[in-house]
C-alpha cells in the first residue's frame, strides 16, 4: 500500500513537471521569455503545457500509435524542456 502510494506521488510530479515543461517551451516559441513576464503570467504556463500537449497529440495521432514509448518519449523531452528553459535560460 505504501509502495502504490509513492509510485503514484512520484508519476504525478513526473507527469507535472513534463507538462510545465512544454508550457515554458510553448511560452517560449509563441511568447516573450517567461523570465521577462509578471508573476501573474507564470500561473498560465501549466495551460499553455496542456495546450501544447494536446495540439502534439492531435498530430501525432495521424502518423503513430500512442503506446507506452510515445509516452514515455513525450514525458522524457518535456522534462528535458523544464530543466533546460527554467535553469539555463
Known amino acids: 500500500?505504501?509502495?502504490q502510494i509513492i509510485l503514484f506521488y512520484s508519476f504525478f510530479y513526473i507527469t507535472l513537471i513534463s507538462v510545465i515543461g512544454y508550457g515554458?517551451?510553448?511560452?517560449?516559441?509563441?511568447?516573450t521569455s517567461f523570465k521577462s513576464s509578471?508573476?501573474?503570467?507564470?500561473i498560465y504556463v501549466g495551460f499553455y503545457g496542456l495546450f501544447f500537449l494536446?495540439?502534439?497529440s492531435l498530430f501525432t495521432s495521424?502518423?503513430?500509435?500512442h503506446d507506452f514509448f510515445h509516452n514515455l518519449i513525450i514525458n522524457i523531452l518535456g522534462i528535458i524542456f523544464f530543466f533546460f528553459l527554467n535553469f539555463y535560460n
Open 24 to 31: 515554458f517551451l510553448f511560452n517560449k516559441i509563441c511568447f
Open 54 to 56: 494536446t495540439l502534439i
Open 38 to 42: 509578471k508573476n501573474e503570467e507564470i
Open 62 to 65: 495521424f502518423f503513430t500509435q
Open 1 to 3: 500500500m505504501f509502495q
